[in-house]
């Protein structure tokens, strides 16, 4: 069982619909990246979260440490926000590494 | 200011023959990290440095091997090239890589996409 879930792992969209992607997790965490990655493969960080709530432009990510779960949520999508939708997390165990355990991601595509 | 750079863009090489990709971080910032991401899949650690000392290693073979140098940008070294280390390589820049207990953002260069034939 991968230590990051991700779901769903395709979702197809009409332009303007609401968007939610979930990750779950098994490890403790110092913080969870939420990040994009574009066709051709160049990674944009989109929020780093360690607790409550991160809102920007029409993204907001969301995370309850209790029950090591996140979500990414798009407003009012539109086709330029297809992409794959990664969630990654910094494992809390002490040590001295910044290591990122990912996801397998989420390929979105927003139908005009 | 540049983000991170990664050369060469794409290689190709043929099994059994080493490989050498390098990075250099946004300025400013002292660890770098390392990734392979097999396709369809999300990207697997490799190594991290920081103030040119490993302070992290994956779950990889001694084939792979990486440094940083004084100017904090790095290499990373692959032998005995596979055709299962086709993969993009993605290298991170973070300014602190965790030293002092906070988690920093890590900032992705473009990749590398290596195809062993």
């Known amino acids: 069982k991968n230590e990051v879930e991700q779901s769903p792992q395709n979702l197809t969209a009409q332009e303007g619909e609401f968007i939610t992607i979930n990750c779950s997790y098994s490890v403790g965490i110092s913080a969870l990246h939420w990040l994009q990655q574009h066709p051709g493969g160049g990674i944009v960080s989109l929020f780093m979260l360690s607790s409550g709530k991160k809102k920007h432009g029409r993204l907001i990510a969301t995370i309850n440490i209790q029950e090591k779960h996140s979500s990414l949520h798009i407003t009012a999508s539109h086709p330029r926000d297809s992409a794959v939708y990664i969630c990654?997390?910094?494992?809390?165990?002490?040590?001295?590494?910044?290591?990122?355990?990912f996801g397998t991601g989420t390929l979105l595509a927003v139908q005009p | 200011d540049a983000g991170v750079t990664q050369s060469p863009t794409h290689l190709i090489k043929t099994r059994g023959q080493q490989v050498t990709l390098r990075c250099s971080p946004i300025s400013g910032h002292k660890s770098v990290s390392w990734y392979q991401q097999v396709l369809g899949q999300g990207p697997q650690f490799i190594f991290q440095y920081y103030e040119k000392e490993e302070r992290g290693r994956g779950n990889f073979p001694d084939r792979f091997s990486a440094r940083q140098f004084p100017n904090y940008s790095s290499e990373l070294n692959v032998n005995a090239l596979l055709l299962g280390d086709s993969a993009l390589y993605l290298c991170?820049?973070?300014?602190?890589?965790?030293?002092?207990?906070?988690?920093?953002?890590?900032?992705f260069g473009p990749g590398t996409r290596l195809t062993v034939l």
């Open positions: 990654a997390v910094r494992e809390d165990y002490g040590g001295a590494t910044n290591k990122l355990i």
């Open positions: 991170a820049s973070s300014l602190a890589g965790r030293l002092a207990g906070v988690a920093d953002t890590q900032y």
